[in-house]
């Protein structure tokens, strides 16, 4: 059974950072492309970074420069470095793992920016 567990979501004031946390198990954790994504109220999910099995990201413009994604593949783990938040980075961030059509989610984690 395939899970993945976020961590290290929270409250932070504006200008601040946070780094988030997904821990993957019952993958086949090297193969597959790593992201993240947010929804915030009354918006769509949107994607924030991802990084494929080769080590390739690509990011939303929004977070450029200020996020920062990285995997660990012996530790089975991804990972999403927050700085400069800003309260419109205010979501619930979800982790993803994608391989070809097979697509498994977290169940999110909330992170609140505050001005």
């Known amino acids: 059974q395939v899970q993945l567990v976020e961590s290290g979501g929270g409250l932070v004031q504006a200008g601040g950072s946070l780094r988030l946390s997904c821990a993957a198990s019952?993958?086949?954790?090297?193969?597959?492309?790593m992201g993240w994504y947010r929804q915030a109220p009354g918006k769509q999910r949107e994607l924030v970074a991802a990084?494929?099995?080769?080590?390739?990201?690509n990011y939303a413009d929004s977070v450029k420069g200020r996020f920062t994604i990285a995997r660990d593949n012996a530790k089975r783990t991804a990972s999403l470095q927050m700085n400069s938040l800003k309260p419109e980075d205010t979501a619930v961030y979800s982790c993803?793992?994608?391989?070809?059509?097979?697509?498994?989610w977290g169940q999110g984690t909330q992170v609140t920016v505050s001005s």
């Open positions: 993803n793992a994608r391989h070809g059509v097979r697509v498994y």
């Open positions: 990084i494929t099995s080769g080590g390739t990201t």
């Open positions: 019952g993958i086949m954790f090297g193969v597959v492309t």
